[in-house]
């Protein structure tokens, strides 16, 4: 196989996956763009959290929130609990990697925000646990996974899985649902910002 084959092969299956993903799963991102809206309508706050990659998708998504997304509009409240490195050693060293995501939402969360788990295998058990102390504290939940969706889809109330083994590809799935959700999110919330783009 030359590299030109395997570049366009790569491409080839990350365009097929999205197909597939539109195709099948349309209602159940729509449903989250609505439910990601209602907290903000409502005051709430957006909780993201995942390792490696997930990790720097939660951080990307927060920050699309947060400044914006394509149109012009107040920000919205989301946060990455990837990004502080002194919490995270603390807990990991104190306690266990396992919390390092279940102590911020159980110090951060309050009834009425979402806590948004992403883990490209679905079975992070760190992802888990932080989606387990949401639904306890009150918290609505949704996930982003991959595979068959594993544990961290069972724990979410809302899941979004992009069925492939390959994780470069589930990631690639996984950001381009996070871009759409903000651009449905912008559109549920600021329609009127449409019409003067």
């Known amino acids: 196989m030359s590299l030109l084959e395997r570049f366009q092969g790569a491409m080839a299956e990350s365009v097929s996956l999205k197909q597939r993903v539109a195709a099948e799963q349309g209602e ?7 439910r990601l809206a209602g907290v903000f309508q409502a005051g709430g706050k957006i909780l993201l959290f995942g390792n490696g990659g997930s990790a720097a998708d939660a951080q990307h998504l927060a920050a699309e929130f947060v400044n914006r997304f394509q149109v012009e509009r ?7 609990l990837t990004t502080d ?7 990991g060293n104190d306690y266990d990697f396992l919390q390092i995501f279940a102590k911020q939402v159980r110090a951060l969360g309050r009834p009425g925000d979402l806590a948004w788990g992403i ?12 989606l387990k102390v949401a639904r306890e504290l009150g918290l609505g939940t949704m996930a ?36 759409v959700l903000c651009d449905l999110v912008d559109f549920i919330l600021y329609p009127e910002k449409f019409s003067e783009a």
């Open 28 to 34: 159940a991102v729509v449903a989250a763009a609505r």
């Open 85 to 91: 490195t002194s919490i995270l050693t603390a807990v």
């Open 144 to 179: 982003l996974s991959g595979r068959d969706g594993g544990p961290v889809a069972a724990a979410a109330e809302l899941a979004l899985v992009v069925p492939s083994r390959n994780t470069p590809r589930i990631q690639e799935v996984h950001i381009t649902i996070g871009h």
């Open 74 to 80: 107040p920000p919205l409240a989301a946060m990455a």
């Open 119 to 130: 883990s490209t295998s679905g079975n992070s058990p760190n992802v888990v646990e932080g």
